[in-house]
């Protein structure tokens, strides 16, 4: 009875080791594996196979100790083995086993690697060399033939005709080709996206109903971050084959104000030249290209007490004023209607174009 107790408490100890230790190794190589470029699913492969030779240790001794004897291991296989009269539905038996574990392996570390590579090509190449569409182009390309060769290499280990899924795939492209056209269609048009690189990832773009910053150019759709804080994905077709606005192309932007002074208070040579002077001033306004000011209307104010023979009784002179800014200060504007209103308190001032975040 002693020896029994004895042998089940050695039993729990060595078979909480072996997987405690399991364990441990495989939490360590897992999160020293996250700080690297290594994908999520390569990684999780990794420490799965770190923890499988402990746990099939910890079975042995398991079986070692509820016998006490290394025989019983070796009569234990030959009754597996033998339990089979037929000895080929055995080797088909153990041939099935191993051409599953060895697909599933190669399908986890196949994604695995086609996705550590996409990451590393996307994110660590520097930019520099390629800008992000065609890298993300590259990335996809590589990541489909990765998948080309697992899909070939596991039909080889199936022993499957190359014939077979040549045959399958063109009749299935038969088939779905009308049923797919649209997506098809935004296929190609994401491709095309990719290497005419009319606005890269990470730009602000406006389409014929959206304003955003493109997140990311996908296989069927562009996702766009809207200025109002939602996202949205648009059709790659509908992004090719309309008409799209970069608003982030170039550094400089350029913001319009118009003001409406009182003929009586407006003087053609001074005017203008007071506010350009003040504009000038502001620190956040280029100086190149210049600001610029011109008249664009005049508009006669009318009443009921006005003169019998014109009916006016005033006019008012609008100018536009026009500057440039940087790319990203948006606040310019503000300080600029601001230095107006102090300098010109019976002007009326209209932002007509902000230059800034649409």
Request: aromatic letters at 8%; a neutral charge; glycine letters at 6%.
């Given at each position: 009875m002693t020896?029994?107790?004895l042998?089940?408490?050695l039993l729990?100890?060595?078979?909480l080791?072996?997987l405690?230790i399991g364990?441990?190794?495989?939490r360590?190589?897992?999160r020293?594996?996250?700080t690297?470029?290594?994908d999520d ?5 990794i420490?799965?196979a ?8 910890a ?7 509820v016998?006490?004897?290394?025989q019983f291991l ?12 037929n000895?080929d ?7 099935l086993?191993?051409?599953i ?5 190669i399908?986890?570390l ?8 996409m990451?590393?090509i ?20 590589l990541?489909?033939?990765?998948v080309?060769?697992?899909v070939f ?5 199936w ?12 009749a299935?492209a038969?088939?779905?080709a ?6 098809l269609?935004?296929?190609v048009?994401?491709?095309y996206?990719l290497v005419?690189r009319?606005?890269?990832i ?19 759709s562009?996702?766009?971050?809207l200025?109002?804080g939602?996202?949205?994905?648009i059709?790659n077709?509908?992004?090719f084959?309309?008409?799209v ?12 104000i118009?003001l409406?002074?009182?003929q009586?208070?407006?003087?053609q040579?001074?005017t203008p030249a007071q506010?350009?002077?003040l ?5 956040s306004?280029?100086?190149?290209p ?5 008249v664009?209307?005049f508009?006669g104010?009318?009443?009921g007490?006005?003169d019998?023979?014109t009916?006016a009784?005033?006019?008012i002179?609008t ?7 940087p790319?990203?200060?948006y606040?310019?504007?503000?300080e ?5 209103h102090?300098?010109?308190?019976n002007?009326?001032?209209v932002v007509?174009?902000s230059?800034?975040?649409?």
């Amino acid at each position: 009875m002693t020896n029994l107790a004895l042998r089940i408490i050695l039993l729990v100890v060595i078979v909480l080791a072996a997987l405690g230790i399991g364990f441990m190794l495989r939490r360590l190589a897992v999160r020293r594996m996250k700080t690297t470029v290594l994908d999520d699913w390569i990684i999780q492969t990794i420490g799965v196979a770190i923890f499988v030779p402990f746990m099939l240790i910890a079975l042995l001794f398991v079986l070692f100790l509820v016998t006490m004897n290394f025989q019983f291991l070796v009569s234990f296989w030959e009754h597996v083995t033998t339990g089979f009269q037929n000895k080929d539905i055995t080797n088909t038996i153990l041939n099935l086993l191993g051409n599953i574990i060895l697909s599933l392996l190669i399908i986890s570390l196949g994604v695995g690697i086609g996705r550590t590579l996409m990451k590393l090509i996307i994110g660590h190449l520097p930019e520099q060399h390629l800008d992000v569409n065609i890298r993300t182009l590259l990335a996809r390309i590589l990541y489909g033939i990765i998948v080309t060769i697992i899909v070939f290499w596991i039909l080889s280990l199936w022993a499957i005709s190359f014939t077979v899924p040549v045959v399958v795939i063109s009749a299935a492209a038969a088939a779905f080709a009308f049923s797919i056209q649209d997506i098809l269609k935004d296929l190609v048009a994401g491709l095309y996206l990719l290497v005419e690189r009319p606005f890269h990832i990470g730009d602000q773009i406006t389409t014929a109903d959206y304003t955003g910053k493109v997140e990311n150019v996908q296989l069927r759709s562009t996702r766009l971050r809207l200025v109002s804080g939602e996202e949205v994905s648009i059709p790659n077709m509908l992004i090719f084959g309309g008409i799209v606005v970069n608003n982030t192309q170039y550094e400089q932007r350029r913001a319009a104000i118009t003001l409406s002074i009182p003929q009586d208070e407006f003087n053609q040579h001074e005017t203008p030249a007071q506010i350009l002077k003040l504009v000038k001033e502001i620190e956040s306004v280029l100086v190149k290209p210049e600001p610029t000011i011109a008249v664009s209307r005049f508009t006669g104010m009318f009443n009921g007490t006005a003169d019998a023979s014109t009916g006016a009784t005033g006019q008012i002179v609008t100018l536009t004023l026009r500057f440039w800014m940087p790319g990203g200060r948006y606040m310019t504007v503000t300080e600029v209607m601001c230095a107006l209103h102090k300098a010109l308190p019976n002007v009326d001032l209209v932002v007509e174009n902000s230059g800034g975040d649409v």
